[in-house]
């Protein structure tokens, strides 16, 4: 008899971050609504990643450095280097970004999706990232999952298709 193997799903919450070399593995993270949901995928190695931030710049609460995957500034690198140490070479990542929607009215001081979305470009470049995928803004949220076995990831959002990006 030969064995099955389950695919395995790792949910990643809020101000979290997931790195898997699992084959069958696809790392998940639900309703981001002005979060962030990043995620990278080396494909030569199977390597990837998802990282659920919630705001852009960890300077607004210092007292909060334990929990560095709140934090765009602080959670890309903490992505990243939990990309290395499972073999994910930064040469061949590819970054894809997900949400920063502006789910609620508020006036500019309260749009963190859209400075959720300019804190990831700008860490993104300073990291050497590409990023081959904006699925951000607007209105709705996003459920995302990233499939180590393919480096796709499926999108659902309220009253339209999952699609695949």
Known sequence: MTPTTTPQA?????ADCQVSNAPGTQIITYALGSC????VYDR????GGLLHVMLPDSTINRANGERPA?????GIP???KMMEKLGGLPGRLTCKI??????????????????NISAADR????????????????QVNRTIRLSLDTGEVK???????????
């Open 123 to 138: 860490w993104a470049k300073q990291c050497g990232l590409r990023v081959s995928v904006w699925e951000v803004g607007g």
């Open 78 to 80: 903490l992505l990243l």
């Open 155 to 165: 999108v659902r959002t309220p009253n339209r298709e999952d699609f695949i990006l």
């Open 10 to 14: 790792i949910v990643v919450g809020v």
């Open 98 to 115: 997900f949400g920063g929607a502006q789910v609620l009215n508020a006036d500019s001081y309260f749009r963190i999706g859209e400075k």
């Open 70 to 74: 709140m934090y765009v500034d602080t």
């Open 36 to 39: 962030l949901g990043i995620t």
């Open 44 to 47: 030569v190695n199977r390597v």
